[in-house]
C-alpha cells in the first residue's frame, strides 16, 4: 500500500512540474502522448505496423503508466493510415475508443468523409460522401464506415469533431499553453488553381492522403513543440500527386525547439524552406528497425542535421544512412521522452529508464510567427 501511495506522489509531482512528451516506440508507426502541467492530455495518433499488430494495447498500458487512469482530455489522428491510426474494427484507434476502457473527452480528425444517409451496412468507398479524399484504401472506407455511422453505438460518436485549423479546439488550461492546428485537409494549397480540399476518390491521378495530415503547434511558455503526421514537403507526380504543404505554413509555425519529423523522414518531407523556418534545436523520428520504407532517407538527413543539434531515433531505422551522421545521431531503442521544467532554461530529452539524458537550451524571444489564418 505504501509502495502504490508514493509512486503515484512522485507521478504526480513529476507530471506538474512541466511539460511532458511521449514519443512511443511502436515501430514504423507512430504515436505521441502530451502532458501539461494541469495533467491535461492529448494522445496523437495510435499506428499499428501491421493488419495484425496490436500496438494499442501496449499504448493503452503506456497511458495508465504515465496519467495513472484511463483518462485522455483529446485524440487526435493525424490522417488515415494504418500506422498512424490503425485499422477501425480491429486494433489502433478503435481499440482505443471501444475496447480499452481510455474515456476520451474529445476526438479529432480530419474531414474526410461521412457514411451516406440511411445505410446500415457499410464497407465500400460508394458508401461514403467523400468530403476530402485523395489516395485511399481500406483504412480510410473503414474508418468513415466507423466513425461517422450514427447506427452504431459507438464512444466516437459522442465525442468526435472535425479539426478546424487556428481555432482553440484543444485547449489545455494551463497558464502560457497554446495548442494550434496550423493546417488540416491541405486547406489553402492549390493544384492548377483549383484545391487539393476535395473528394478525388473517382479520380485518375490523386493527391497523396499524406497531404491531409493535420498539423500542431504545441508551446509551453518559451517552449515550442512542432508535430505534423505525414505532411508532405515537395511536389511528385507518380502513382499519387504529393504536394508542397510544409511551405504555405512554415510561417505559421515558427521557430521551435523540438521538430517531430514529417513523415519518418521520408523523401516527400522536410523541405529545407521549411525546416529553415522552424529552426528546431532538436529533431525525433519515429521509425522501425530496418523498415522497408528506409526511413529516414539520405536528404531529409541532410536536411535534418543542417540545422538540428541531435537527431533522436526510436530504432535503429537506416543505419546505411544514419552511420553517416553518427555525431548528431541517437538511436534510443525505446520511447522517446522529452520534459520542459516551468519556466525552465533547458529542456530535457531522454529514453524511458533515463540511461541518458541530454539538456539542451530553450530558445527565448522566439520570433512571433504569423497569423494562422484560412
Known amino acids: 500500500m505504501y509502495f502504490i501511495i508514493f509512486c503515484f ?23 505521441q502522448l502530451i502532458v501539461f502541467p494541469s495533467g491535461y492530455s492529448i494522445l496523437i495518433d495510435a499506428g499499428e505496423t501491421a493488419p ?15 496519467l495513472g487512469s484511463y483518462h485522455i482530455n483529446v485524440g487526435v489522428a493525424t490522417h488515415l493510415h494504418d500506422d498512424h491510426i490503425g485499422t477501425a474494427f480491429k486494433n489502433g484507434f478503435w481499440y482505443l475508443l471501444e475496447k480499452s476502457g481510455i474515456i476520451f473527452d474529445k476526438f479529432i480528425d480530419r474531414d474526410s ?20 479524399i485523395g489516395s485511399y484504401g481500406d483504412t480510410a472506407i473503414k474508418w ?3 466513425a461517422s455511422n450514427t447506427q452504431l453505438k459507438t464512444q466516437i460518436m459522442k465525442i468526435r469533431e472535425v479539426a478546424k485549423p487556428c481555432s482553440n479546439q484543444i485547449n489545455p ?28 476518390h473517382n479520380s485518375t491521378r490523386k493527391p497523396s492522403e ?30 499519387n500527386i504529393y504536394h508542397d504543404i510544409e511551405t504555405p505554413y512554415k ?6 525547439d523540438i521538430y517531430h519529423v514529417n513523415h519518418h523522414g521520408s523523401e516527400h518531407s522536410n523541405n529545407l524552406d521549411y525546416l529553415q523556418a522552424l529552426q528546431p534545436t532538436v529533431a525525433v523520428i519515429s521509425c522501425g528497425q530496418n523498415n522497408r520504407y528506409f526511413h529516414p532517407v539520405q536528404t531529409s538527413m541532410e536536411h535534418i542535421t543542417t540545422y ?61 510567427p504569423a497569423v494562422c489564418k484560412l
Not at 499488430?53 to 499504448?59: D, R, T, W
Open 144 to 146: 468513415a464506415c466507423y
Open 173 to 200: 488550461p494551463d497558464k502560457d499553453a497554446l495548442v494550434q492546428i496550423i493546417v488540416s485537409d491541405g486547406l489553402g494549397v492549390l493544384e492548377d488553381g483549383k484545391p487539393i480540399s476535395q473528394d478525388f
Open 9 to 31: 506522489y512522485i507521478h504526480h509531482v513529476f507530471s506538474t512540474s512541466g511539460i511532458d512528451i511521449h514519443i512511443f516506440n511502436v515501430g514504423q508507426a507512430d504515436s
Open 113 to 132: 468523409g461521412i457514411i451516406k444517409n440511411g445505410l446500415a451496412i457499410c464497407d465500400d468507398v460508394e458508401d461514403i460522401n467523400w468530403h476530402v
Open 210 to 239: 499524406n497531404d491531409y495530415s493535420i498539423a500542431l503547434r504545441i508551446k509551453y511558455g518559451d517552449f515550442v513543440y512542432s508535430t505534423a503526421g505525414d505532411l508532405d514537403g515537395y511536389y511528385f507526380r507518380d502513382s
Open 251 to 256: 510561417d505559421v509555425v515558427g521557430v521551435v
Open 308 to 368: 538540428f543539434e541531435k537527431v533522436f531515433l526510436t530504432n535503429d531505422c537506416n543505419p546505411e544512412v544514419t552511420n553517416n551522421f553518427i555525431e548528431q545521431v541517437v538511436i534510443v531503442n525505446d520511447k522517446i521522452l522529452i520534459h520542459y521544467p516551468k519556466n525552465g532554461e533547458k529542456f530535457y530529452v531522454s529514453d524511458s529508464t533515463e540511461t541518458f539524458k541530454i539538456a539542451f537550451a530553450v530558445k527565448k524571444n522566439k520570433p512571433t
Open 52 to 66: 495484425s499488430s496490436m500496438n494499442c494495447k501496449k499504448i493503452a498500458d503506456w497511458v495508465f503508466e504515465i
